[in-house]
Nanobody, 123 residues
Framework: QLQLVESGGGLVQPGGSLRLSCTASGFTFSIYAVGWFRQAPGKEREGVSC????????NYAQSVKGRFTISREIVKNTVYLQLNRLKPEDTGVYYC????????????????WGKGTLVTVSS
């Protein structure tokens, strides 16, 4: 059964850090591009970052550049999103998604989506 599961969300103070994980099962994750997206309360979903199947290409939203880092660990079928220097406006449900084409995944046209993990940045 094909599945994407996000984890690592939680409550953190402004300036803090979290590491989100996206773990895949049921398919060959290593040949797929992966993206992270988020949706804040009352707002539309937006792209945060994406990574190519081999990790050679990455992309970041301007609002997170220099603070977030995407990476993947092939042997663990997992993609990570390191969130540093968090701000209240980073609050939202973070989703990972995957598909065969890097450009499509980065633009949100992914084939498979996880159910999300909640990140709350608040003092």
């Amino acid at each position: 059964q094909l599945q994407l599961v996000e984890s690592g969300g939680g409550l953190v103070q402004p300036g803090g850090s979290l590491r989100l994980s996206c773990t895949a099962s049921g398919f060959t994750f290593s040949i797929y591009a992966v993206g992270w997206f988020r949706q804040a309360p009352g707002k539309e979903r937006e792209g945060v970052s994406c990574i190519s199947y081999n990790g050679d290409d990455t992309n970041y939203a301007q609002s997170v550049k220099g603070r977030f880092t995407i990476s993947r660990e092939i042997v663990k079928n997992t993609v990570y999103l390191q969130l540093n220097r968090l701000k209240p406006e980073d609050t939202g449900v973070y989703y990972c998604a995957t598909g065969p084409l890097f450009s499509e995944v980065c633009s949100g046209r992914a084939h498979y989506w996880g159910k999300g993990t909640l990140v709350t940045v608040s003092s």
